[in-house]
């Protein structure tokens, strides 16, 4: 049998060529993947062992690693704004005028209770007069002449005879209000009547003072009982 060209030429010194490496795959030419590079410290997505630091991290609402650093990430509603807030100088009128409105109040009802408290007084009082003057009035029916006087920003008056008139403007006689009336008591009575409700006090006399202070202590003054004042 005659000898093939490729025998020919290997008896005439020719090396016969090495033969052709096979060509790698196309997986193969891209060289190793990512996560083989990382070595060890990388696990399997779907189980395998931790993958180094973000092992015990994590994950974000999307798939990233989430942080834990304190600051509100952009899809975290707790550091989203719950709603509008006034400015500061708003809020400090707002303060300003409730703390006014408060002690507006507070000033209202103290000066109620204090009216109504000086108001009891005043009915004790009156009470208590009431009965200390019980019996030491020396009003007389039938006296025809009338003192005039000053009373509470008035001309009041009240019939007296003509003893009882020198003794008034003598000061040893006095008058004192009493539910709308006017007693004509001694100076005694008067002074203790004072101290118990001292606005009762309608007219007393100071022998000592001049006549010009009391202008209707002298009869021929007195004013006619059917002048309107």
């Known amino acids: ?24 795959r ?27 630091d973000n092992a015990q991290r994590p994950q974000g609402r999307h798939g990233g690693v989430a942080r834990n650093d304190g600051k509100p990430r952009p ?20 303060k300003a005028f ?11 009802i103290e000066a109620e209770r204090v009216k109504q408290e000086e108001a009891r007084l005043r009915r004790e009082a009156r009470a208590k007069l009431e009965s200390f003057l019980a019996g030491k009035s020396l ?10 006087f000053e009373y509470g920003g008035k001309i009041k008056r009240i019939h007296v005879d003509a003893d009882q008139l020198k003794a008034l403007n003598a000061g040893e006689l006095g008058v004192v209000q009493l539910n709308g009336r006017y007693l004509l008591v001694t100076s005694e009575v008067m002074s203790e ?8 006090v309608a ?9 010009a202070d009391d202008p209707y202590n002298d009869p021929q003054y007195q004013v006619p009982d059917d002048l309107v004042w």
Not at 26 to 47: F, T, V, W
């Open 1 to 24: 049998m005659t000898d093939s060209l490729r025998d020919q030429l290997l008896g005439l010194g020719f090396k016969a060529p090495a033969p052709a490496a096979p060509k790698p």
């Open 203 to 211: 007219l007393r006399i100071d022998p000592s003072a001049p006549a």
């Open 98 to 108: 409730a703390i006014r409105a408060q002690r507006e109040k507070d000033e209202r």
């Open 26 to 52: 196309r997986d193969e030419r891209r060289g190793p993947r990512a996560d083989d590079r990382r070595g060890p410290r990388n696990a399997d997505a779907k189980g395998g062992a931790p993958r180094g």
């Open 139 to 148: 009003n007389k029916p039938e006296a025809e002449i009338a003192r005039h």
């Open 193 to 200: 009547a004072e101290t118990i409700f001292a606005p009762s």
């Open 75 to 94: 899809n975290d509603r707790r550091g989203a704004p719950q709603g509008k807030r006034p400015p500061q100088g708003d809020i400090d009128l707002a």
